[in-house]
């Protein structure tokens, strides 16, 4: 009993960064909830999840925080976090024009599975096209889920931090789910 009570303290500790070292987090409300949030350039993951804002650790001192949502233009601020506090920030972004058709749905598979477990232990991932971040990436696996896409080839990069990152070229067919493997299935 000892042992599985360690091992699940362990796994937690190691999965779930849920205190900053010194205390200093960034808390971001924003419209949409769900933007990605790139602090000095790196991805750390979604501004909320099921409607509550995330809180993310970060070094004390000046930091670029970055918002972007394939559907809206980017939202860009610098903070200066104070150690021990949580600097909190609140972004409207403008919306982009819609996308024109044919779409074709584009989900990954093999990786992380779209669950409770995939959020609780604290995998990051972002998924990319052609350079530009257009989703999380459990959103990607649960098999109703996926991203509308126009028809088109693209190149697809998948950054997770359980299975590291996949580049792969693509091509999304109109009308059509593309599946696209990758994690422990691609090594």
């Known amino acids: 009993m000892r042992l599985k009570l360690f091992s699940v303290v362990a796994l937690t500790a190691l999965t ?29 993951g979604p501004a909320g999840r099921f409607t509550v804002p995330e809180k993310y650790a970060i070094e004390p001192g000046s930091h670029e925080i970055t918002l972007k949502d394939p559907r809206y ?12 506090q949580t600097t909190k920030v609140g972004a409207k972004m403008k919306k982009k024009e819609e996308p024109k058709g044919p779409f074709g749905r584009l989900r990954l598979k093999g990786g992380e599975s ?8 604290g995998d990051i991932g972002a998924v990319y096209l052609n350079g530009m971040f257009v989703a999380h990436v459990d959103e990607l696996n ?17 950054q997770s931090q359980i299975y590291g990152e996949f580049t792969r070229q693509v091509t999304i067919e109109a009308g059509k789910v593309n599946r696209v493997v990758y994690g422990k299935q691609e090594r």
Do not use: Q
């Open 114 to 121: 779209e669950s409770f477990w995939s959020v609780a232990t």
């Open 73 to 84: 233009e980017d939202f860009t601020l610098k903070v200066d976090a104070k150690a021990g």
């Open 16 to 44: 779930l960064p849920l205190f900053a070292a010194d205390g200093t987090y960034v808390r971001i409300r924003s419209s949409p909830r769900g933007a990605g949030v790139f602090v000095d350039g790196k991805y750390v």
């Open 142 to 158: 649960d098999i109703g889920g996926g991203l509308l896409v126009p028809a088109g080839t693209y190149e697809l990069k998948v």
